[in-house]
């Protein structure tokens, strides 16, 4: 919507003002014909009637402490001591990390560029990304054909599901630009760093990311940049709604996600598996509103889609019914069934993948000293993956809030409602993975 009719509903707020002084740069000009996006308007509604309802003092010592929050890892360690005491009550945290380990973490994601240049020329293996982009094509192959096969879809909704899954592009270690010098040089030729402090520092390298970011505002969108892509060191997956991308840093093609010397069963559970994931969520309840050039559009019929809501109605009745029983708490099936669709969808086609990797390459030998078949290591693999502990007011924090379920449901989730497992590992009608209702969007 426009800034104008954002002012018109929620008046309450000088939305002009506000958004004009985060932009505040010379050449860019907001008025009230900037278009805004409010994805979530409930949200709105909520927070106009809180602000309402909440002394102007309170709202004052909020915003005053969010801000404090924000800069305390720049500041003294006395201002440290008090945050460490907050986060104590708030997530159960005993300990702070080193002080270079806070560093290494600021430097990385601030000034990634540099850095993430430095990890992939001394650390990371070209082998890595060669393989990891063969595992990439075989998973979205099977993806494509697990569209081709699925009953349910009308074909002209799946002619466009077939379009934007081939138009899925991938980003795997790291652009090429990142190797040369000159690229890194001319993209920070024009920062300027107050070196006054370590907070004047940081928040200059803010301000210079920050306003990168808003030179983009009234341009096309560049789906070629490089530069995007460029966080090589981090451990994590994404797809992108506005690219129709699925990125695959440097850092998460190694360890227990992926190895170029270990049997493919295992990196097709781990790896496979979240890049089966991100795939689907191109398809899942908000990337099935974005079409293939990642536009906000409706391509779906409204039998299909009705159809895809009572799927998915599934899977949130599923996730609701688990109990956390430490806290006696449930899940929250709404919030987390994007996930929880892709994880499903995710490692169901990382299987399908591997077993037609299988067909073309031979029948792998199994790991010694475990009398698991190639098929049953490929589940461990992906329950291994979720392996994690976590301090009891963290897991609260994440359950009641969180878009991901717990860990160990994502595993049980998944796994009972494929018939894969169930029959790799002989599962009985009355085992306990195996659930009466099995739930499934793909």
């Not at 081709?148 to 909704?157: F, G, Q, Y």
């Not at 698991?372 to 301090?391: D, G, H, T, V």
């Not at 049980?412 to 195996?434: P, V």
Request: glycine share 4%; with cysteine; net charge neutral.
């Amino acid at each position: 919507m426009l800034i104008r009719d954002l002012q018109r509903q929620f008046p309450e707020i000088n939305w002009l003002k506000y958004i004009g002084g985060i932009v505040n740069m010379p050449n860019i000009k907001i008025t009230e014909e900037e278009v805004v996006i409010v994805r979530v308007p409930d949200y709105f509604i909520n927070l106009m009637n809180l602000i309402k309802r909440t002394p102007k003092r309170v709202l004052a010592n909020y915003i005053l402490a969010k801000t404090v929050l924000f800069i305390i890892p720049y500041l003294h360690q006395d201002m440290r001591n008090k945050e460490d005491n907050y986060n104590k009550v708030l997530q159960g945290v005993l300990d702070r990390k080193s002080r270079w380990k806070e560093c290494v973490n600021i430097a990385t994601t601030s000034i990634n560029l540099p850095i993430s240049s430095l990890y992939v020329k001394n650390y990371f293996k070209n082998e890595s990304k060669a393989r990891a982009e063969d595992l990439v094509y075989t998973v979205k192959r099977e993806f494509i054909k697990l569209l081709e096969k699925v009953s349910w879809l009308d074909n002209i909704t799946r002619k466009h599901a077939l379009e934007k899954a081939a138009a899925i592009a991938t980003y795997i270690g790291y652009p090429i630009e990142l190797l040369d010098d000159y690229n890194i040089n001319k993209y920070y030729s024009n920062i300027q760093i107050n070196f006054d402090s370590y907070l004047s520092a940081a928040l200059s390298i803010n301000l210079f990311n920050d306003n990168l970011e808003f030179e983009k505002l009234h341009g096309s969108f560049n789906r070629s940049d490089w530069s995007k892509h460029s966080l090589a060191t981090e451990i994590n997956a994404y797809y992108s709604l506005e690219e129709n991308s699925i990125s695959f840093p440097a850092g998460i093609l190694q360890g227990t996600f992926f190895d170029i010397n270990r049997p493919n069963y295992m990196n097709y559970g781990t790896l496979g598996y979240v890049i089966g994931h991100e795939i689907t969520h191109g398809f899942d309840d908000e990337g099935r509103q974005f079409d293939k050039e990642g536009n906000l559009n409706e391509w779906w019929s409204t039998k299909t889609r009705d159809t895809f809501k009572e799927k998915a109605e599934c899977i949130i009745r599923q996730y609701d019914n688990y109990i956390y029983k430490e806290f006696n708490q449930s899940l929250n099936g709404v919030n987390t069934q994007g996930e929880n669709i892709a994880d499903n969808a995710g490692m169901k086609v990382s299987y399908l993948a591997y077993q037609s990797w299988v067909k073309e390459n031979g029948i792998e030998p199994k790991l010694p000293g475990l009398d698991y078949s190639p098929n049953q290591m490929f589940w461990i693999s992906a329950a291994q993956l979720w392996c994690s502990k976590y301090r009891k007011e963290e897991m609260l924090n994440a359950i009641l809030s969180d878009d991901h379920a717990p860990p160990k449901f994502r595993i049980i989730g998944s796994l009972s409602n494929s018939e894969y497992f169930l029959k790799d590992f002989k599962c009985g009608a009355n085992s306990t993975m195996n659930s009466e209702t099995k739930c499934g969007v793909w």
